[in-house]
């Protein structure tokens, strides 16, 4: 049994797993905060370091057996620190979640005020939703876009920190097409005493590779998710001051996790060392190219986006002057083999199962090799299903089929086996 493929060891499955492998080679991946990881990746985290219990740290584990899990974990944390150059990291955060979770929980006690962007102006739930932990533990307060032109107004918010005094100040974004200055975050957070946590989940492959300025220098602590633009295993990481260091592992483990899932270290630490590589800048620069390309053809296409255009990976489609909503247009779309996300845009009058807004993203595409032109394309055919769909649904035929064109041109996983 053991040695078994999974497609002799469990058909059901592998069936399962055979067409969703059919569907990532036949359908554009559009949305921001997804990527597709390397083979090596994915070795990585299919491999036999899922077999065991590491409770604890390099060195210092709860279990014994664990030589080669200090080696591989040691050499994760190094290429962590290297590569964006920070001090100290914790690579065992199992989600972005978690790692948010454990930063707050280092540095803030219950019952603290934390101020972020809420989730309906672009922030990530963990960025204290009610609905959240981080809305529950903590006190929240808000930040917001400016309602004129979508963009982060820093004297705004240094007004607001000034009022609200919190102990806490996140920057960071799940939807929010523009540049983060980290640095004046920074100096908001020293009039008003507060920490700084950085959550990079979505540009970290942008800041590896110096696409977008760096929050090491301004932050006490930074998060980041390592799936999205950072290419590696679905999973998340710590980095932070030395001074923060022995709080952070602490408040990792024990304090929210237990035994770390040590097959998807070693997937993230090869991601790390392939952020190292030469075609990574390039591929970075490449996703903020295209991004614009994209953005560009849909403004040809009469698009409002949320602050006319974007800096970085993803851009935010205002759907409001097409009568469609963005549920409606993402479900469209999937028809016609590309997958975006409904997403709310700032101060959306339509609730969030429904949203106004789309957020494209081109982390995706670009791993497949895709350019500035193709990007226009998948604009155009983009404009083509949410502007015609509804009324001529052939449309989604002709679209899909030159989907399929693009998606043969630029083959993603082509001799993967199950
Ligand atoms: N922080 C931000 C800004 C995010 O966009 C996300 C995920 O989308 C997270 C944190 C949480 O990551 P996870 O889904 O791994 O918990």
């Known amino acids: 049994m053991i040695n078994r493929t999974l497609a002799q060891a469990d058909p059901q499955m592998a069936e399962i797993l055979g067409a969703e ?42 279990y014994n057996g664990c030589k080669f899990y200090d080696q591989m974990e040691q050499l994760c944390i190094d290429r962590a620190k290297k590569l964006f150059g920070a001090d100290h990291a914790n690579v065992q955060l199992h989600t972005g979640s978690q790692a948010n979770m454990a930063a707050y929980h280092a540095l803030i006690k219950p019952g603290d005020r934390i101020l972020a962007m809420s989730v309906a102006q672009g922030g990530h739930l963990t960025h204290g939703a009610p609905v959240n932990f981080s809305g529950q533990m903590y006190q929240p307060h808000f930040y917001s876009v400016s309602r004129e032109n979508g963009w982060l107004d820093y004297d705004e918010i240094a007004q607001i920190a000034r009022e609200v005094k919190p ?65 590696g295993p679905r999973g998340a990481l710590i980095l932070c001051k030395s001074e923060y260091a022995s709080a952070i592992d602490r408040a990792v483990f024990p304090g929210v996790q237990a035994g770390p899932l040590m097959h998807i270290i070693a997937a993230k630490a090869v991601a790390l060392h392939e952020a190292e590589q030469v075609g990574f800048h390039e591929y970075q620069h490449q ?132």
């Open 167 to 231: 102990r806490l100040i996140v920057a960071g974004a799940s939807a929010y097409p523009r540049i983060i200055d980290f640095e004046r975050f920074r100096a908001i957070a020293d009039e008003v005493g507060a920490y700084v946590v950085s959550d990079i989940a979505h540009i970290a492959g942008l800041v590896a590779a110096k696409c977008h300025p760096d929050p090491i220098p301004f932050s006490d602590v930074v998060t980041t998710t390592t799936h999205k633009t950072l290419r």
């Open 287 to 418: 996703i903020i190219s295209n991004a614009q390309a994209l953005a560009q053809s849909l403004l040809e296409e009469g698009f409002d986006l949320i602050t006319g255009g974007t800096d970085n990976h993803l851009m935010l489609v205002d759907l409001r002057n097409k009568n469609i909503s963005g549920h409606e247009a993402a479900d469209l779309c999937e028809q016609a083999n590309m997958v975006v996300n409904f997403n709310l845009i700032p101060y959306d009058p339509r609730p969030p199962r429904e949203t106004s807004g789309i957020r494209p993203g081109t982390p995706g595409i670009t791993t497949r090799g895709m350019k500035e032109a193709e990007a226009a394309l998948i604009g155009k055919l983009l404009a083509r299903v949410i502007n015609d769909a509804p009324t001529n649904p052939a449309v989604l035929d002709e679209v899909r089929a030159q989907v399929l064109e693009l998606c043969h041109s630029f083959p993603i996983y082509a001799d993967l086996e199950i």
């Open 21 to 62: 492998l059919n569907r990532q080679q036949e359908t554009l991946m559009l949305i921001p905060s997804e990527n597709y990881a390397s083979r090596a990746v994915m070795a990585a985290a299919g491999s036999v370091f899922t077999n065991k219990y590491a409770e604890g740290y390099p060195g210092n584990r709860y």
